[in-house]
């Protein structure tokens, strides 16, 4: 989603940006209507126009070195987050606050480098697989352990692969990086997936 939504700040099309994540243009107008959603929005220009601004998906610059050669990325998202935030308005923020704070301490803890952060979620790329799974056993066990206001029940899916992809102006693209956001979106809150590749 952050791809998408920076493509929609460059006013992309949506083959445009297909071509450039290497996905199809179901995939990005999927991506198109998820933000729309989350940041209440009604069209592609709002989104274009907040691409740059505060909240809405971003490159993050932590100022360390950057892996790279072989990367393992480890994304993260909220299960039914919008379902959240639409039955506890008043408590989400302190509800992300808090899930940002174990996500950051988790990955940061075990040398990983945020590149990217959309909404509720977490782009982080590790220089060896060890680190990342341990990142991801280390955020869930956090959560499951953490009181929450309201009592609201967070679920976290997290996903991770490896492989080589492009850096560019402190992020990352290519196939392998939308494999491990895809592994990430088809989890369930409170689950870790890897590939093979990781595993190996």
Not at 18 to 42: D, G
Not at 60 to 83: E, H, K, M, N, Y
Not at 171 to 194: D, E, K, T
């Amino acid at each position: 989603e952050a791809e998408v939504l920076a493509g929609l700040g460059e006013q992309l099309t949506n083959a445009e940006i297909a071509a450039r994540m290497f996905v199809s243009e179901r995939t990005v107008e999927t991506h198109v209507s998820s933000l729309l959603r989350k940041l209440h929005v009604s069209n592609r220009r709002e989104l274009g126009r907040l691409s740059g601004r505060a909240g809405a998906p971003s490159t993050v610059d932590s100022g360390t070195i950057r892996p790279s050669g072989t990367i393992t990325f480890l994304f993260t998202d909220v299960q039914d987050s919008t379902a959240l935030w639409e039955r506890q308005p008043s408590l989400m923020p302190k509800v992300l606050a808090r899930h940002d704070a174990v996500l950051q301490n988790a990955i940061t803890g075990r040398r990983g480098h945020i590149f990217t952060t959309a909404g509720d979620g977490f782009g982080a790329a590790f220089a060896s697989a060890p680190e990342a799974v341990a990142a991801a056993v280390d955020a869930q066990r956090s959560l499951a352990l953490d009181t929450w206001p309201g009592d609201i029940a967070v679920g976290v899916r997290m996903g991770l692969h490896s492989g080589t992809a492009t850096e560019r102006n402190g992020n990352y693209f290519g196939g392998v990086v939308n494999r491990a956001a895809r592994i990430a979106a088809i989890g369930r809150g409170g689950h870790i997936l890897l590939s093979a590749a990781t595993a190996d």
